[in-house]
């Protein structure tokens, strides 16, 4: 079982930034797979970025391309999310994910919700115009 903590939402102004971290426990966070996801009220949830469990292969969607940035601290077992360039289109739940895999190399496909084995409670994003 992997236990996800995600904390540093909040609020923001368009242009602004924020950082969201996700911090895991309960197995080796070197042979997790992390994710980042968000959703908003009567929407599917929506892949936002990956990244490989050795901390290669950062994937992104391209609504939020060349404005997140996913990394991640093998070390402090914690990955992170870096939100520059805020748009009111980025207010959502911003949820962390986890998949524990120590074959798979590419992580670059793990764009759907169903990739993921493991979830946190979310952290909310609101950026207001």
């Known amino acids: 079982q992997v236990l996800l903590i995600e904390s540093g939402g909040g609020l923001a102004q368009a242009g602004g930034s924020l950082r969201l971290s996700c911090a895991a426990s309960g197995r080796a966070f070197s042979g997790l797979h992390m994710g980042w996801f968000r959703q908003t009220p009567g929407k599917e949830r929506e892949f936002v970025a990956s990244i490989g469990r050795g901390e290669s292969n950062p994937h992104y969607a391209d609504p939020v391309k060349d404005r997140f940035t996913i990394s991640r601290d093998n070390a402090k077992s914690t990955v992170y999310l870096q939100l520059n360039s805020l748009k009111p289109e980025d207010t959502a739940t911003y949820y962390c994910?986890?998949?524990?895999?120590?074959?798979?190399?590419?992580?670059?496909?793990?764009?759907?919700?169903?990739?993921?084995?493991?979830w946190g409670q979310g952290t909310q994003v609101s950026v207001s115009s």
């Open positions: 994910a986890a998949r524990f895999d120590l074959t798979l190399i590419d992580s670059s496909f793990l764009t759907k919700r169903e990739h993921y084995d493991y």
